[in-house]
């Protein structure tokens, strides 16, 4: 049968509209929230609140998906291979998409093509913290106490993302320290509060416990601004002048690349209004996380100053590439 001009135009803009009204009817089955990293992590439990708040905003199931391995690799290959209809979602950490892509030749994921960014969540702040017995309390002290023994100090580090700060600050300030390499921030710390090391970078939340028994002292934090989880503590950047020593572990959302505008849209809404919330912004305080959601544009600007910065700190601190 001959089709006429006006039922022609009319299938094309039912045919356009599909898309659309598909997104508008977004979320209509359960929607999954990867994580790179363990149960119990700081990222899951993250992970947990969120979903747990999605479920109820969106009246949808959200289920974690725990995808722990290869420094984050494993879980950004299964998102970024996922189709971008909003049924998969990640939420993950600077591992992934700030050190990541420095530590290791080759990656099976681009960190900013590959990904749609849709809000920031937390930051775990990093401190620089020394065995309680040195003879220091300020960064400037430490950096004078480390010079004067050169070669005679040892740090500790777990992860390679806060190997990536203790080294650069120990190559910028000429200390001549030697990193001592752990399994675990945990352990690291059991061996600085025993002498074998003499300081490390941690995040605060792992270190609260020994900083509360005076078995380790906190000198200072090493993001670009002080921290609400301890407002007293000086940043490095503000201490000892080093210029962009904005290294903590932070957390974001993202989806898959090209996830539509309208799915985006919507959960970044949500999750504005969720972290706004003064109950749940004390739960991520009590987690030992300081709340910063950020809207799309803002979060976006985040992941590729970030991606900068941990570039310039693992050159900074010689560490080759895997």
Known sequence: MKQTPTLVALVLAVASALPTVQAQEWPNKPVRVVTAFAAGSASDILARMVAEDFQGHFKQSFVVDNKPGASGIIAAENVAKSPADGYTLFLTTNTVHSANP????????????????????????????????????????????????????????????????????????????????????????????GGQAQFLVVDLASARPHLQSGRLRALAMTTSKRSALAPDLPTIEESLGLRDFDLAAWTGLFGPAALPKEVVD???????????????????????????????ATFTALVTRQLEIWGRKVKDAGIQAE
């Open 102 to 193: 420095y530590l290791f030749k080759k990656l099976p994921y681009d960190p900013i093509a590959d990904f749609t960014p849709i809000g920031g969540i937390a930051y775990f702040p990093f401190i620089l913290a020394v065995n309680a017995s040195l003879p220091v309390k300020t960064p400037k002290e430490f950096v004078a106490y480390a010079q004067a023994n050169k070669g005679k100090l040892n740090y500790a580090y777990g992860t390679p993302t806060v190997q990536i700060p203790a080294e650069a600050l120990n190559r910028l300030e000429k200390l001549e320290a030697t990193g001592i390499p752990y399994k675990s921030s945990p352990a690291a710390m059991t061996d600085v509060i």
């Open 266 to 296: 919507k959960l970044s809404s949500a999750l504005l209004q969720i972290l706004s919330k003064p109950e749940v912004r004390e739960r991520i305080l009590t987690s030992g996380a300081e709340p910063t959601p950020s809207d799309v």
